[in-house]
């Protein structure tokens, strides 16, 4: 049974470009949030998908935006990089009953980012 | 305010003894509690959670204990490994219906000394 994969799972950009990064969810898995850990700290949360919409969003500005595919894996894009947009970013999955979750998320290995 | 946070950046014990891993949390609407164990070079990994109409609940080797009056959650662990070190952080659901935000705290570092 497939965890939740994270792909790349390192990259280095230039301030000002643009990321993407991909997620597949754990097998059985509808529901995909992502997580931006900066070095020494906890997660903090971006955004979470839910039938190919965004359910919730954190404190972060518009350059970070998100996707879901119907297969329920999902993108997260980072636009006009800026030095402190360096960090782990994480994918966490979980199972939705309707709109009460009731299952603990599941992350993954992260993908390590680096702007220079 | 939103703000999980854990009283000790670094534990360290003695292979075999217990620990003791502590968190605050500061929203008292909050109505689950996790925690993970987070290793070198890896995402956050599932431990235990416990649902505030618990005290208590055990897992293989691990506890969680939650005090809601004084808004205080703990996780012990039993015989502790070399393979238990790692940083451990606590979080918090704060909505009663979506188990997908949580709000982490800083993380405290475990270290086993053989």
């Known amino acids: 049974d497939a965890g939740v994969t994270q792909s790349p799972t390192h990259l280095i950009k230039t301030r000002g470009q643009q990321v993407t990064l991909r997620c597949s969810p754990k097998?059985?898995?509808?529901?995909v949030s992502w997580y931006q850990q900066a070095l020494g700290q906890g997660p903090q949360f971006i955004f979470q998908?839910?039938?190919?919409?965004?359910?919730q969003r954190g404190n972060f500005p518009d350059r970070f935006s998100g996707h879901q595919f119907p297969n329920y894996s999902s993108e997260l894009n980072v636009n006009a990089l800026l030095l402190g947009d360096s960090a782990l970013y994480l994918c966490?999955?979980?199972?939705?009953?309707?709109?009460?979750?009731?299952?603990?998320?599941?992350f993954g290995n992260g993908t390590r980012l680096t702007v220079t | 305010g939103e703000n999980v946070g854990l009283h000790l950046p670094t534990l360290s014990v003695q292979e075999g003894d217990n620990s003791i891993i502590n968190c605050a949390y500061s929203?008292?609407?909050?109505?689950?509690f996790i925690w993970y164990k987070q290793e070198s070079g890896k995402g956050p990994q599932f431990i235990i959670d416990?649902?505030?109409?618990?005290d208590k609940r055990q897992g293989q080797r691990v506890t969680v204990l939650l005090n809601k009056t004084v808004k205080h959650l703990s996780l012990q662990i039993a015989a502790t490994q070399p393979g238990d070190s790692a940083v451990y952080f606590c979080?918090?659901?704060?909505?009663?219906?979506?188990?997908?935000?949580?709000?982490f705290g800083q993380g405290t570092t475990l270290q086993v000394k053989p």
């Open positions: 998908y839910y039938e190919e919409e965004e359910r």
């Open positions: 966490a999955s979980s199972l939705a009953f309707g709109f009460s979750y009731n299952s603990p998320l599941h």
């Open positions: 416990i649902r505030s109409n618990m």
């Open positions: 097998s059985g898995h509808d529901t």
């Open positions: 929203n008292s609407a909050s109505d689950y």
């Open positions: 979080a918090e659901n704060p909505s009663s219906s979506n188990t997908g935000k949580l709000i």
